[in-house]
């Protein structure tokens, strides 16, 4: 199998399991059959789409190639008659998730790569391409985006490109690349989820006092 075919194969699962996510985030929010679409599709094409427009490549992906765009809703409608069947838990959204998010950062690095050949924009647009869709979708559905909470989410995507960048220098084929990038960024973003890591919280002086104070209280 050509690598350009693992690419494409690859790319649109990463659309698939988005367009996934998007679905089940409706679902939690009781939306109907049109409301699921929406935000799968959204959820699935939202950060190539802003990808492709800020490196400015041409056609954006799913119009130049509407196979993208049939995958996308497939999936959500798939997933909207799969629910009503089996129960699917809050976590089966965080890993289908974190599946997009692995595949979409190392495509978005790949192809930002390819075009300015510059490893720090290369790594912008494949954080940019995974999270994206997922800020698109938690705002649409009213949530707070996964990428401003204390959960280790943007920053799995930032260590996963690194990764696609180091690798890249040292020579490996690009099927290796991808791989092995995207195992880095779902190794860690499934690890958060397991084990609840998350980056430290934002806390002044005022809040550790009265903190302190409810603590002390309670004794």
Avoid at 167 to 192: D, F, H, K, Q
Wanted: charged content about 15%.
């Amino acid at each position: 199998m050509s690598p350009a075919l693992i690419i494409y194969g690859l790319d649109l699962f990463g659309v698939a399991v988005f367009a996934v996510s998007g679905c089940l985030a409706a679902g939690r929010k009781r939306m109907d059959v049109f409301g699921a679409i929406v935000l799968g599709l959204v959820t699935a094409l939202g950060g190539g789409t802003l990808r492709d427009t800020l490196l400015d490549t041409g056609p954006v992906f799913w119009i130049d190639d509407t196979v993208y765009l049939l995958v996308a809703t497939a999936s959500s409608l798939l997933t909207f008659v799969v629910v009503r069947v089996i129960s699917v838990p809050w976590r089966g959204l965080l890993i289908t998730d974190a599946l997009g998010l692995a595949v979409f950062m190392a495509l978005g690095t790949s192809k930002a790569l390819a075009v300015t050949a510059s490893p720090s924009v290369a790594m912008i647009m494949g954080v940019m391409t995974g999270v994206a869709g997922g800020m698109i979708r938690d705002i649409l559905s009213a949530e707070v985006p996964l990428i401003l909470r204390k959960e280790i989410y943007a920053t799995a995507a930032l260590c996963g490109s690194l990764a696609y960048v180091i690798i890249n220098r040292l020579g490996a084929p690009e099927t290796l690349c991808l791989l092995l990038s995207a195992t880095v960024t779902l190794a860690i973003r499934l690890a958060a989820i397991r084990w609840s890591f998350s980056l430290p919280v934002f806390k002044s002086k005022e809040d550790l006092d009265q903190a302190d104070s409810d603590h002390s209280s309670d004794k």
